[in-house]
């Protein structure tokens, strides 16, 4: 265990599912991330929580939508995806929003869209 | 440009060999950090060492080793006497601010594969 827990570690969903993915940490950080993992392409950030704040990458899509309840619970809803979504998606967290703290991952979750 | 190269995307030794894997990068900042993570099978990346632009000395943790050298952009890390264990993609990153707030640009990882 990471200190980061991510539900499920895998997920196989049709394009006209809906689907949730959650993270969650108890290690008192106050910034969380969804990063994208695909086979042969740097790491992608998706989404960050910072004290409550979201920020995210313009680059994307809409099927993808994040919620964060509070600062210990992150999650990513899908809904109609594509195959080319399938990957490797990734939750971090950090004490705060800065990146010289280095970041706390969680296993992933793989998934394959059918 | 903010960018991380890691020009090796494979490397293949046997247990108890040495190993460099290359990190060069490239930012527009006079401050910033650099890292290196570990992806084991398991998926998790793994947190192995931070280094800001101001510190150049070389450090040591066991068998491994970071060499920082600002004069050509490169963080190379080595794996003294490899292990199975060692088996996994490391991540080269550096830290960078953007539209996004503070954020890291990964360099693309090498995957290293120690056999026995």
């Known amino acids: 265990e990471t200190g980061v827990t991510q539900t499920p570690r895998h997920l196989v969903m049709g394009m006209t599912n809906k689907k949730s993915l959650k993270c969650e940490q108890h290690?008192?950080?106050?910034?969380m991330y969804w990063y994208k993992q695909s086979a042969k392409k740097p790491l992608e950030l998706m989404f960050v929580?910072?004290?409550?704040?979201?920020?995210e990458n313009n680059s994307v899509p809409s099927r993808f939508s994040p919620e964060c309840p509070n600062s210990s619970h992150l999650f990513l809803h899908l809904h109609t995806l594509q195959p080319e979504d399938s990957a490797l998606y990734l939750c971090?967290?950090?004490?705060?929003?800065?990146?010289?703290?280095?970041?706390?991952f969680g296993s992933g979750t793989r998934l394959t869209v059918v | 440009a903010q960018k991380v190269t890691q020009a090796q995307t494979e490397i293949s030794v046997v247990e108890k060999e040495d190993v460099t894997l290359d990190c060069v990068y490239e930012?527009?900042?006079?401050?910033?950090?650099l890292f290196w993570y570990k992806q084991p099978p398991s998926g998790e990346l793994v947190f192995l060492i931070r280094?800001?632009?101001?510190?150049?000395q070389n450090e040591i943790s066991g068998r491994y080793s970071w060499n920082f050298q600002k004069s050509t952009s490169s963080f190379n890390f080595t794996i003294t006497a490899s292990q199975v264990v060692d088996s996994a993609v490391y991540f080269c990153?550096?830290?960078?601010?953007?539209?996004?707030?503070?954020?890291?640009?990964f360099g693309p990882g090498t995957r290293l594969s120690v056999l026995p």
């Open positions: 929580y910072s004290l409550e704040e979201r920020v």
């Open positions: 290690l008192g950080h106050n910034a």
């Open positions: 280094r800001n632009s101001f510190d150049e």
């Open positions: 971090a967290s950090s004490p705060s929003g800065e990146t010289i703290y280095g970041y706390t």
């Open positions: 990153a550096l830290s960078v601010r953007d539209n996004y707030g503070q954020n890291f640009v």
């Open positions: 930012t527009r900042d006079t401050t910033y950090y």
